[in-house]
């Protein structure tokens, strides 16, 4: 039976039943006039016609679809399903149109209602899968893709089933479930082998995609088998992978069965057959790879071999084979570093790469080796000189000295902010520096700039806050407003308040003045200590000025600064009337989105869950990717025990955005607070394993350690998992933490966490 005959068949049903003459209010038989249809006549005809009118809308919205006119093809075949909400082919058919118009909610609404009739449906299959890895809801991405690629449907459409099968290996690496992507590979094997004929004949495929497919399966089957330990089985994947890539025609296939011979020389390794990983390792390097692990991998083997005397020869061989492979150059260097004997030809290494090419890389390796040899005096000799030079004024260096220092100086830097061990290395140095300050040469404002920097991301800020103090020693002009920022930044993290406010009041009207610092940034500094420490009647009095001394860039967001001083001093009427005022005032869209935000947070300070949750929503209409809208709702969904499933996906969106974000900075780390929401939703839907995973990662990065609120939910996840050891620890460092801030703003987080620690057991 059709889909589009369905309804005429209720109807139909709904005729044969009522085989009951129609009755007057007597009971007596009711005669119909000639010609006037029955009840059930007219109820027939009203299914045909919507049948009709869904069969006509149907067909209109899959012409617009082949024409890649989506909006109206989505459009019809919508009113279409609304004229047969019971089809199943119109169902299919949205599916991918709301995919491509970014309506994956409701994609994947629909996936799963034709999935409950047709459980094994492969197109259908693949796209739900699809949605609910992008949803990180992998278990049930498994789940139907298994169903679907042993039902009898992925049988007859091999090249489904490919795909199918792909997908589901992907999601089972991701769970390093490796015997399960090791089956998942071998059904790859045996569908290409019992279909050859029909996707090379039917289904576009070439001879060498077939192969080339083979081929990866095999060597996936061979990875995974490596993984469990079964190095027969992988030693036979990987060399039919190879032998298979050798039948391909494109001459870079034969490329690729070369590599084959690194997972030859892994799983060799592996088995701790030395001699016969060097000699699949040889095979590979013949080929010249770009990577770096084959060329570190000849120096481990060597070693394995108790051939270390050859490790500096070999890798010296292979350098002068690779002269522009600069990470095989570094190799070199760091094998010569190893030995007293040649660590100066390694530092001259280094300096003569740093001549033709300035990269981190090289000064990483620079820098370790000093660091080796407990001489990063020669960092900050490096470091101080670039920056000396880069900040030079014209007549004292040429343009080009000065530009090739900015990016000396550019490379170092970049070193220092990944590499916390060095600067741990580095920070006593310089101190000794700074202590001989006046006995020789100092060093120049923006190294000591810098140096605070660098000692604040690693937390010692004590010694950050000696270095931007020796920066306001004579500080040029030009340095001004970066030390200042830098040593208030410094402050809030060590929660000296009142240092804040005495800092800013000598900058205001001391002693020694601020020169060339807008006083805007002193007032609003002030405020926030004040309001930190409760004093909200100076606070307002400091955000006040600030707002008169803001310029039209910095105006919008002292305003909401001021809307959150208010919030916080329990205004929240008037914060939340600031707010508006400010939306009227400023209508560019960049500033209402941070209005908004300001809003949200008066609002949800207040109680106003509701309105607090439209103001976020508003965000996210115009801009779908604002991380902190898609946190900030998340949580506050989680927070209340609502609409967990959207938290949820919320919460890990933002997590995701965040990360393609510090693609470009990975120096900065996750956020701690996105990682927190995501263990507090899961903590709500009772993944209490997932969640304390999470928790415990956030704790570990520097906002999470300070962050009261994490430990509070860690001490919650803990307890449900009968942890109370833990739990214990983790409410008493919140409570420690809520008590070292504003008391105001704490007061109840702080009681209920005492409430929780006095129902835990004693002794």
């Known amino acids: 039976m059709t889909t589009f005959r369905r309804l005429a068949f209720v109807a139909l049903l709904v005729v044969v039943g009522n085989t009951s003459a ?47 006119r989506m909006i ?23 599916i991918p149109l709301f995919i491509t118009l970014g309506r994956e909610d409701e994609a994947l609404a629909l996936g799963r209602e034709v999935l409950r009739s047709r459980p094994t449906d492969v197109g259908v299959s693949f796209q739900t899968a699809r949605l609910l890895r992008g949803a990180g809801k992998f278990p049930e991405a498994i789940s ?111 490329r690729l069965a070369g590599r084959i011979n690194w997972n030859i020389c892994e799983m060799a390794a592996a088995q701790e057959k030395w001699a016969e990983a060097m000699e699949a390792l040889d095979a590979y390097l013949e080929f010249s790879p770009t990577e770096l692990p084959p060329y570190e ?7 394995k071999l108790g051939r270390e005397r050859d490790v500096v020869p070999a890798i010296r061989k292979l350098a ?91 490379a170092m830097i970049t070193v220092l902010r990944t590499e916390p061990a060095l600067v741990t290395a580095l920070l006593p140095v310089s101190l000794e520096e700074l202590q001989r300050v006046g006995e020789k040469r100092s060093f120049q404002a ?45 402050l809030r993290l060590e929660k000296k308040h009142e240092e804040i406010i005495k800092l800013c009041n000598e900058a205001i009207n001391g002693r020694r003045p601020a020169k060339n610092t807008n006083l805007w940034m002193f007032q609003s500094s002030l405020a926030s200590a004040h309001t930190e420490l409760g004093d909200f009647t100076e606070a307002l009095k400091a955000i006040d000025a600030a707002v008169k001394l803001s310029s039209e860039d910095t105006k919008m967001r002292t305003r909401c600064h001021k809307a959150e001083v208010l919030s916080r001093a329990g205004r929240h009427p008037e914060a939340i009337a600031e707010c508006q005022e ?49 946190n900030n709702l998340g949580y506050q969904l989680a927070d209340r025990n609502v609409k967990l499933d959207e938290a949820e996906k919320l919460i890990r969106r933002a997590i995701e955005l965040e990360q393609l974000m510090r693609k470009d900075a990975p120096e900065e780390g996750e956020n701690a607070a996105y990682l927190d929401s995501l263990g507090w939703v899961l903590f709500r839907r009772g993944e209490m394993v997932e969640a304390k995973a ?47 801030a504003h008391k105001r703003n704490n007061d109840a987080r702080r009681v209920e966490v005492e409430k929780k620690l006095k129902t835990l057991p004693t002794g």
């Not at 919507?50 to 899959?62: I, N, P, S």
């Not at 991998?297 to 070693?303: C, I, M, P, S, V």
């Not at 991301?457 to 004579?474: M, T």
């Not at 439209?614 to 209409?621: A, F, M």
Request: proline share 4%; hydrophobic share 35%; with cysteine.
């Open 320 to 410: 002068t084979r690779e002269e522009f492979h600069l990470g095989v150059q570094l190799l070199l260097a760091k094998e010569l570093g190893k030995d007293i004997r040649t660590r100066r030809e390694a530092e001259r290494m280094c300096l003569s790469l740093l001549e033709k090419q300035i990269k981190p890389d090289i000064y990483r390796t620079l820098f370790k080796l000093y660091q080796s040899e407990d001489r990063m005096n020669k960092v900050l000799d490096l470091l101080d000189d670039a920056v000396r030079v880069a900040n030079s004024k014209e007549g004292e260096a040429r343009l080009e000295e000065r530009e090739a220092a900015q990016e000396r100086a550019r």
């Open 694 to 740: 999470w928790l415990e990662k956030a704790a570990l990065l520097p906002d999470g350690a300070d962050d009261p609120t994490v430990w509070d939910h860690l001490g919650d996840v803990c307890a449900k998992l009968n942890d109370m050891n833990r739990a214990k620890q983790a409410w008493q460092t919140a409570l420690k933490l809520y008590q070292g």
């Open 22 to 68: 129609q009755q007057t209010p007597e009971g007596r038989p009711a005669f119909l006039e000639p010609g006037t249809p029955s009840q059930a006549e007219l109820d027939r005809q009203k299914a045909d016609n919507l049948l009709r009118e869904a069969r006509t809308l149907y067909g209109v919205g899959v012409l617009h679809r082949r024409q890649d």
């Open 446 to 490: 923006g190294t000591w700039v810098f140096l605070g920097t660098l000692a604040a991301r690693v937390k010692q800020l004590d010694k950050a806050e000696l270095y931007f103090r020796q920066s306001l020693v004579n500080v040029p002009l030009d340095l001004e407003y970066q030390v200042y920022a830098g040593l208030l930044e410094v």
């Open 144 to 254: 139907v893709l298994q169903r679907a690629s042993q039902g009898k449907e992925a049988e007859a459409k091999p090249e489904g089933l490919l795909l199918m099968l792909s997908d589901l290996y992907d999601l089972h690496e991701r769970d390093e479930n490796y015997a399960a992507g090791a089956d998942a590979q071998e059904r790859i094997i045996l569908t290409i082998a019992a279909h050859r004929e029909q996707l090379l004949f039917g289904n576009g495929f070439t001879k060498d995609d077939l192969l080339n497919t083979l081929a990866k399966a095999h060597e996936r089957l061979g990875r995974c088998c490596l993984h469990t330990k079964n190095y027969a089985r992988a030693t036979t994947a990987f060399r039919t992978a190879r032998d298979t890539l050798m039948k391909v025609d494109d001459p870079d296939a034969r």
């Open 297 to 303: 991998k000849k120096a481990e083997l060597l070693r």
């Open 582 to 630: 400010t939306l009227k005032e400023f209508p560019r869209p960049d500033a209402i989105r941070t209005v908004r935000y300001a809003l949200s947070n008066c609002y949800s300070n207040q109680g106003d869950h509701a309105k607090s949750e439209e103001q976020l929503r508003l965000i996210l209409e115009t801009d779908p990717n604002a991380p902190l809208a898609n």
């Open 72 to 94: 109206e093809a989505t459009k019809m075949l919508e009113k279409a399903l609304a004229a047969d909400p019971e089809s199943t082919e119109i169902r299919k058919t949205l």
